[in-house]
């Protein structure tokens, strides 16, 4: 669908994807500092630089399709900025589960939108999803961290849970506020609510294969 | 020079450019928090991720001279991180002089080193040396923050005094630690103290004329 006003969807998915890739950037080289030793500081910081070159491709396309990286990237400040500010990790593995189920999250939404873009933004949105080599480092350093410490497995399933609540309620606001992305997101006028609610069950089914795949109830 | 023991000069060098980047990259990624537009965020967010490039180039040069990166950038964590901590901008003006000037110094220091590594590893140095593609951003930004505000200048020229101070003091304590690393550098055994103090004038001389440039006295 929705190849009639391409650049507008495409520039909508875009700003989001910019914007969340550059607080991911941001969060992960300040989360990369609760690192208890240097080599999994330099991990997370190359987490940290792959979400920056992604945030650098999607300010190409935007350019490229003519459109602003700040005026496309302004609505989704203060969700994005809001999820970070009420889940700051407080440990170095409160700070890997973050950087592993977020990522995960984020790369669902961007499955679910990419569809609504032209080629060239999907192939992009594709090429951002299949940069994932990080996610073996973080499973096995929060087993690792678990088997060492199994009474951990509690407060980091509960801090799991806590994610993707704030990323849930976030992504409603955005879309409760944004009619326009809701629309494209369900093909409906204003967005479909069943068809969010599909959406957001996904979302949910996914995040709980990655907690089992931590070895963490969802 | 030093062609015999090529590998082991080269390890030292790329040690302080890994550790020396990774640093770089954390404060550069902490103070674009300080930007007052997203604008402005997001150059110096390329700058840090500028800066992890860099950190890459250089494990892997480390690596295929059969080093280890963790091993190479151990003995230089305390003093970058030292002068990290003892330089910590309270505004983003500073935080702006503070990364050109840093990236500066970096950039003198790498050229001083450079001949003493094997082609290979120079070949990478001077790479590093080209990306200067954000001088202009920052000198731009701190001239146009003085243009505005010329009480400004008095507090920013004492700001760079005290950076290249902090700068000095630490490369000194590296040198009479690392009685290798000061023989690599000034072609004599364990260093020779007039070599070193002519290194350190003709820092300090590039400094000044990088202050100069800002419209700043040094």
Redo the contacts between chains.
């Keep these: 669908m929705a190849s009639d006003d391409a650049p507008g969807a495409a520039l909508e998915l875009l700003g989001v994807v910019a914007y969340g890739e550059?607080a991911a950037?941001?969060r992960l080289?300040?989360d990369?500092?609760l690192a208890p030793e240097?080599?999994d500081?330099?991990e997370m910081?190359?987490m940290?630089?792959v979400q920056?070159?992604h945030?650098?491709k999607a300010?190409d396309r935007i350019v490229e399709l003519g459109g602003d990286?700040?005026a496309a990237?302004?609505p989704y400040?203060r969700p994005f900025d809001e999820f970070h500010a009420l889940t700051r990790p407080k440990t170095w593995h409160e700070g890997l589960l973050k950087a592993y189920i977020g990522d995960g999250l984020a790369s669902d939404v961007y499955r679910e939108v990419s569809d609504l873009a032209d080629d060239s933004t999907r192939e992009l949105v594709h090429e951002v999803l299949a940069a994932d080599r990080f996610d073996d480092f973080a499973v096995s350093r929060v087993r690792a961290a678990i088997d060492a410490d199994p009474d951990s497995a509690g407060r980091l399933a509960l801090w799991g849970r806590r994610l993707v609540g704030e990323a849930m309620s976030q992504a409603q606001r955005v879309l409760a506020e944004r009619p326009a992305l809701a629309g494209l997101l369900t093909g409906a006028p204003n967005g479909s609510l069943a068809e969010i609610t599909r959406i957001m069950a996904r979302l949910v089914e996914n995040h709980s294969a990655r907690m089992t795949r931590l070895g963490l109830s969802a």
């Design positions: 550059l950037f941001d080289a300040e990369a500092r240097l080599a500081r330099v910081t190359g940290a630089a920056y070159a945030f650098s300010e990286v700040l990237m302004e400040r």
